[in-house]
């Protein structure tokens, strides 16, 4: 009798942080990709929106969708420009990724995070529960 009341406090628990879990990341509502291709470029025409949506810095996104698509980019008047032709369903993936790697916490799924580099090291700081990681990579 008293480990079925126990198993139903654990259930009970585990959909409440489930719950969180999810309301913690759709939060952020990330834009869709305007994406034109002229010639050989892509064209991501609203690329620094969701550098402002995760608060992060455009050239550090920029070098990170660089480095995952293997080809030249750079910004012009607020859009990024792709060597290639590029799929938007890519750009979201990548994105997604980026999210999970740059910008929500590991230790609550906050997305409400800084970035602090302390000489050659980058953190994540997080103003929800004040954890601070160290990352991995150069893209923070």
């Given at each position: 009798?008293?480990?079925?009341?126990?198993?139903?406090?654990?259930?009970?628990?585990?959909?409440?942080?489930?719950?969180?879990?999810k309301?913690?990341?759709?939060?952020?509502?990330?834009?869709?990709?305007?994406?034109?291709?002229?010639?050989?470029k892509?064209i991501?025409?609203?690329?620094?929106?969701f550098?402002?949506?995760?608060?992060?810095?455009?050239?550090?996104?920029?070098?990170?969708?660089?480095?995952?698509?293997?080809?030249?980019?750079?910004?012009?008047?607020?859009?990024?420009?792709?060597?290639?032709?590029?799929?938007?369903?890519?750009?979201?993936?990548?994105?997604e990724?980026?999210?999970?790697?740059?910008?929500?916490?590991?230790?609550?799924?906050?997305?409400?995070?800084?970035?602090?580099?302390?000489?050659?090291?980058?953190?994540?700081?997080?103003?929800?529960?004040?954890?601070?990681?160290?990352?991995?990579?150069?893209?923070a």
């Open positions: 009798m008293e480990q079925s009341a126990y198993e139903n406090l654990l259930k009970r628990l585990k959909n409440k942080t489930i719950n969180q879990d309301k913690s990341m759709s939060r952020i509502e990330m834009p869709t990709p305007d994406i034109v291709w002229v010639g050989n892509t991501f025409r609203n690329f620094t929106d550098a402002k949506v995760m608060r992060r810095d455009p050239e550090k996104i920029l070098l990170y969708l660089a480095k995952e698509f293997g080809s030249a980019t750079y910004i012009a008047n607020e859009k990024g420009i792709f060597v290639g032709k590029k799929d938007p369903s890519k750009f979201m993936a990548l994105f990724r980026y999210m999970k790697d740059y910008v929500v916490c590991p230790a609550c799924s906050s997305t409400d995070t800084n970035i602090e580099r302390v000489n050659r090291l980058s953190y994540i700081i997080c103003e929800a529960c004040g954890a601070k990681l160290a990352l991995k990579g150069i893209f």
